[in-house]
């Protein structure tokens, strides 16, 4: 029986930090085929398209019939464990540090024989659940676990390094006045969370919801201006060293069409509250996210964005709005190439529409604060990087990736 992951004792401050290491990259452009499944949490495997083989890993040609035209096919995943070993003392540092490090050779039900990261209790011969993972390189990886509830997937530290579930962990919510902030509270308490910090702007107005966290266990209100760059260094210099994860909820929903006049001001203002205010928190506390990578059990795991998926194509009515977001989303880009140098997760939700009051002429559906609660602990909980919450974002997605001109006309007509 896999011990259960219990809360991490005290961190020894005389203990050197260990420093975050990854394990190795992509060998190959065309090792990238899995990426995408496994950043949104589908299982798929390369098939070719002529013969329709299913092959582990990638291969750049199919070894069945040589064709170079290989996809990415989901698949059920289900396996077969063959056989399995235990590494001991593994060659690299990454896996040496984490040793035991336990390995298994499945047969995938309909599909290939492939080596796949394995959970300690699989036995030979038992049925497994096989999960398409992205490893702290980010290279989508297999993963078997044994199947039923009672499987404990948390007690694996390989899993955990797969993952950035909140459990044990300390959070930063960037906006404790964003609607969706008392179901995000409630969803994370329930997923475990270690200690909950909700950064609040312009802490001089009043703050009617504080009444839903007083007395609340593990959750603090800090001043946090994110417009102010003595706020952002007040609450880094305090707390960044002991956050393992960021929740960006920054917005500032305002209406406006390109040729209106007196737009640009509060364009601007957008700009500042959904681009620029991240950026400053990002300055702040990534580079002690990044450092503490592999610091303990319950190391730095996350940075997770709220952006509209209207980031990716404009709402009419609200293109200055938009305009802000796909600003924030291309930054958020190259944030994620900077955190992976620690391992770091980043994490970019995309939604409709919301239940915010400044979203009250639009039209449903729309996403409300449970909703957006659900999505941020699932994303983390499994380790993803884009998760569409909402009818509305995944349609949207769904047309983008089918016709992208023929959505640029519908929205440009709306």
């Given amino acids: 029986m896999t011990p259960p992951f219990d809360p991490p004792k005290r961190k020894d401050p005389l203990v050197r930090t260990q420093l975050p290491l990854t394990p190795p990259g992509m060998g190959s452009r065309a090792s990238h085929l899995l990426t995408r499944a496994a950043a949104r949490g589908q299982f798929a495997l390369p098939r070719c398209a002529d013969c329709g083989t299913l092959n582990f890993p990638v291969h750049d040609v199919c070894p069945n019939c040589l064709s170079i035209r290989i996809e990415a096919a989901e698949v059920k995943p289900a396996g077969t464990l063959l056989s399995r070993t235990q590494a ?54 297999l993963y078997a676990a044994p199947k039923g509830p009672e499987v404990d997937l948390m007690s694996d530290p390989k899993w955990r390094e797969m993952v950035a579930h909140p459990l044990h962990r300390r959070v930063l919510i960037t906006d404790a006045r964003h609607f969706a902030t008392p179901a995000i509270v409630k969803a994370l308490k329930a997923a475990g969370a270690r200690k909950i910090r909700l950064g609040l702007p312009e802490a001089w107005k009043p703050f009617r919801e504080a009444r ?12 946090l201006d994110m417009t102010s760059e003595r706020s952002v260094f007040d609450v880094a210099h305090d707390y960044a060293g002991t956050t393992e994860i960021v929740i960006n909820t920054a917005d500032r929903i305002r209406a406006g069409r390109p040729l209106e006049p007196n737009t640009l001001v509060p364009a601007r203002e957008m700009m500042e509250q959904i681009v620029f205010g991240p950026m ?36 009419p009515g609200h293109l200055g709005w938009s305009a802000a977001h796909a600003a924030a989303h291309a930054w958020s880009l190259g944030l994620r190439a900077e955190l992976a140098q620690g391992g770091i997760k980043l994490i970019n939700l995309f939604m409709g529409p919301t239940e915010d009051p400044w979203f009250q002429a639009v039209v449903p559906p729309k996403v409300n604060g449970g909703a957006i609660a659900s ?9 993803l990087e884009d998760y569409d919450i909402g009818p509305v974002a995944q349609d949207l997605r769904a047309r983008l990736e089918a016709n992208p001109k023929a959505v640029e006309r519908e929205l440009g007509q709306g």
Avoid: C
């Avoid at 839903?212 to 001043?223: A, D, F, K, M, Q």
């Avoid at 450092?291 to 404009?314: E, K, Q, Y």
């Avoid at 699932?378 to 380790?383: F, M, R, V």
């Fill in 280 to 315: 400053r928190l990002a300055q702040a506390f990534a580079p002690a996210l990044i450092g503490r990578g592999a610091d303990g059990p319950a190391p730095a795991a996350a940075w997770v964005n709220l952006f509209s998926i209207h980031a990716l194509a404009p709402l």
């Fill in 88 to 141: 001991e003392v593994p060659a690299l540092p990454y896996f040496r540090e984490r040793a035991p490090w336990h390995v298994g050779l499945v047969q995938i039900e309909g599909g290939p024989q492939a080596l796949a990261h394995l959970h300690p209790e699989a036995e030979v011969g038992a049925a497994l659940r096989l999960y398409l993972k992205l490893d702290k390189a980010g290279q989508a990886v």
């Fill in 212 to 223: 839903l966290y007083e007395g609340v266990e593990g959750v603090e209100i800090l001043p």
């Fill in 375 to 383: 999505g941020i602990i699932k994303a983390l909980s499994e380790g």
